[in-house]
């Protein structure tokens, strides 16, 4: 008997066109056999720029057209709240969106100075993630534990957002959200190729900052893409071994002697800074001695700025916010061994937007 045993052909997935920078868009194209490719820049240029796939509009012939759109999809998130608070340079706010699958995230706008010619400028902090698995013990989004990884597409689409939806003039971009960037690296990676493209968002590497944890297999895989301009910092909050596994769990399977070698192979040039963010917790990370031994570690990693920021007690405080001159007494005792050190404001946080405070409900 002739029995035909090949299976039916298998209905490929649609991409997110948010996720593919143009040489993958065109890959696609030429991977699914669609028609017109000769068309692919100006259809993907058109959709990143309106946060719209509309293929017709750079002439596509119907037929072709839903060809295409059965292969591709873009969905932005859907803004559900926005909650502001009001500071010297601007409001900082805080705005929480729905994924398609009714995952909700949250991106915060930083105000900067104006530029030159006087505009509101803006750094975006966005997610990388739904929750985090990392559990650090100051942190918000980490109680919950990780939900799910986002999509590259999901990442991009909450800068198209920023810029489209709300208007906001992203001129930087931090991956300091909800999520650690580097425990989801797939999807951060094709989303960097998306941002840096420069017939999309075109932003140069200088104005993205991958903050992480301290993953130190991650910040090689960094290393690796040879992206040699962009900004990288990590959360180091403590600088002796069992201080930082009891505030970062990741501590215990990446322990300082780990880490340090992992961020000084980091490349250095002469603009960069490796951002070492340093969470201040009274009587907890301020000891005699403890900013010594931040000067330590400094010193091992190349050029290096030491953030200070005010610890933000948040429904599961872990310590208290320490006051103005606990704060000063940190920075000055970190300037006294010489680091180079600044003091981070605490931005949002009435609204719940400051560090480690993403994914708590909003007053
Ligand atoms: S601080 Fe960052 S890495 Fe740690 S739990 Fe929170 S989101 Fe995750």
Do not use: H
């Not at 056999?33 to 017709?56: M, Y």
């Not at 060809?67 to 010297?88: M, S």
């Not at 960037?181 to 200088?206: C, I, T």
């Amino acid at each position: 008997m002739n029995e035909d045993r090949s299976a039916p052909p298998v209905a490929q997935a649609p991409s997110d066109v948010l996720g593919l920078d143009l040489a993958a868009f065109r890959a696609e194209l030429r991977a699914r056999g669609l028609r017109a490719q000769g068309l692919a820049a100006e259809v993907w240029v058109d959709a990143l720029k309106r946060g719209a796939f509309e293929p017709e509009r750079a002439g596509l012939v119907p037929r072709a057209a839903a060809a295409w759109r059965e292969a591709f999809f873009l969905r932005l998130p859907v803004p559900r709240a926005l909650v502001t608070e009001d500071g010297e340079l601007g409001p900082t706010e805080k705005a929480l969106l729905s994924l398609a699958d009714g995952a909700e995230i949250e991106m915060v706008r930083i105000p900067m100075p104006p530029g030159p010619d006087g505009r509101e400028r803006t750094t975006l902090c966005v997610s990388s993630q739904v929750g985090c698995r990392m559990g650090c013990a100051f942190c918000e989004t980490g109680r919950g534990g990780l939900v799910r990884n986002l999509g590259a597409g999901e990442i991009v689409g909450q800068v198209l957002a920023a810029r489209l939806v709300f208007g906001w003039n992203v001129r930087k971009l931090v991956f300091m959200g909800m999520g650690e960037p580097l425990d989801n690296f797939d999807a951060l990676e094709a989303a960097l190729r998306v941002l840096l493209d420069s017939r999309g968002p075109a932003f140069s590497q200088e104005r993205i900052t991958v903050c992480t944890s301290g993953l130190g297999d991650g910040i090689a895989r960094l290393r690796a893409l040879g992206l040699k301009r962009l900004g990288l910092s990590v959360s180091l909050n403590a600088p002796d071994d069992p201080t930082r596994t009891r505030l970062m769990r990741i501590n215990r399977e990446q322990p300082l002697d780990a880490l340090v070698p992992a961020l000084a192979a980091y490349p250095q040039r002469a603009s960069f800074v490796l951002g070492v963010n340093y969470c201040l917790i009274p009587g907890l990370n301020d000891r005699p001695g403890d900013a010594a031994r931040v000067a330590g570690i400094a010193a091992r990693l190349g050029r290096a700025l030491v953030n200070v920021i005010p610890y933000n007690p948040g429904r599961a405080p872990i310590g208290r916010a320490p006051s103005e001159a606990e704060v000063e007494a940190f920075v000055a005792a970190l300037e006294a061994e010489g680091v180079p050190v600044r003091r981070r404001a605490t931005k949002g946080r009435s609204i719940m937007a400051a560090c480690g405070q993403l994914g708590s409900p909003s007053p």
